[in-house]
C-alpha cells in the first residue's frame, strides 16, 4: 500500500480559472486604485488575497478596509468559478486521479483561494470523492511562497514532506513546495502561463497519457 502523497493546487491545475482571474483581478485592482499589468500581476499568482492585499494597500496606500476588498473579490471569483467560464477540470485530470487513486496514493488539495472556493468547484465538478483533506490558504498564518500550507498537509497525513509531492502552476506555489522539502511537479497548462517553474523537479504542459505516465513513474521512483 503507498503511503506517498499526493498534493494539488486547484486554480491553473483542477481547472483552468488563471485567465477568466487575471481579467477580474486588472479591472478589480483598477477599481481600487492600484496600477496593475501582466507582469506584476504574476508575483501575485498563487499568494493568498490576505497576505496579498495588505501588501498592495501600503504600496499603493490604498484607502479601502482590505477585508471588505477581499469580501468582494471573494464573490467575484465565487461568481466566476460557479460559471461556464469554468466547465469542467482540466483536460485529463480525472484519469489522472483515477490513477493515483488505484495506486492508493493519498490525495490533497492545498490552494490559496477561500475554502468556500474550493468546495464549490470540488463539488460542483464531482471531484471532491477524490480528495481526503482540503485546505485554503485561510486557515495558514503564512501564505505561498512560504511552506506552511504544504507542511500542513503533511502532518494530517503524518508523513515527511519527501513522502509527499505537490502539482503546482504557480512560481510562489513551487517555492512553497520545495522550501517544503517537497518534490515538485509545475504544470505550465497554457501558452499564457509565463510562471517560472524552474525550480521544479518535473515539468508537463499538459495532462494527457505520456505526461500522467511521467508524473506516476516519478512518484514511483522517489
Known amino acids: 500500500m503507498s503511503d506517498k502523497v499526493i498534493i494539488f493546487d486547484m486554480d491553473g491545475v483542477l481547472i483552468d480559472s488563471e485567465p477568466a482571474y487575471l481579467e477580474m483581478n486588472l479591472n478589480f485592482f483598477s477599481e481600487f486604485g ?6 506584476n500581476y504574476k508575483a501575485l499568482v498563487g499568494m493568498p488575497s490576505l497576505q496579498m492585499w495588505m501588501m498592495l494597500k501600503q504600496k499603493y496606500d490604498l484607502q479601502d478596509d482590505v477585508k471588505d476588498i477581499i469580501q468582494l ?4 471569483m465565487y461568481n ?3 460559471s461556464d467560464l469554468i466547465p469542467g477540470p482540466i483536460d ?3 484519469p489522472l486521479l483515477n490513477k493515483l487513486k488505484s495506486e492508493n496514493h493519498k490525495l490533497s488539495v492545498a490552494s490559496s483561494s477561500a475554502k468556500r472556493n474550493i468546495e464549490l468547484v470540488l463539488n460542483r465538478l464531482n471531484l471532491s ?9 485561510e486557515e495558514v498564518t503564512n501564505g505561498k511562497p512560504a511552506p506552511d500550507i504544504f507542511l500542513k ?3 494530517y497525513f503524518n508523513q515527511p514532506s ?5 502539482i503546482e502552476d504557480s512560481t510562489n506555489g513551487v517555492k512553497a513546495a520545495k522550501s517544503a522539502g517537497m518534490q515538485c511537479i509545475g504544470f505550465k497548462n ?26 506516476i513513474e516519478f512518484i514511483k521512483n522517489k
Not at 473579490?73 to 467575484?76: K, L
Not at 519527501?162 to 505537490?166: A, I, L, M
Not at 524552474?198 to 505516465?213: E, H, P, Q, Y
Open 73 to 76: 473579490e471573494q464573490e467575484r
Open 34 to 39: 492600484s496600477e496593475m499589468d501582466n507582469e
Open 80 to 82: 466566476i468559478l460557479n
Open 153 to 155: 498537509v503533511a502532518t
Open 129 to 137: 470523492e477524490y480528495f481526503e483533506y482540503i485546505i485554503s490558504g
Open 92 to 94: 485529463g485530470v480525472i
Open 162 to 166: 519527501h513522502k509527499c509531492f505537490v
Open 190 to 215: 497554457n501558452e499564457t502561463n509565463l510562471q517560472d517553474l524552474s525550480v521544479a523537479d518535473l515539468i508537463i504542459n499538459n495532462f494527457d497519457k505520456d505526461n500522467s505516465n511521467r508524473i
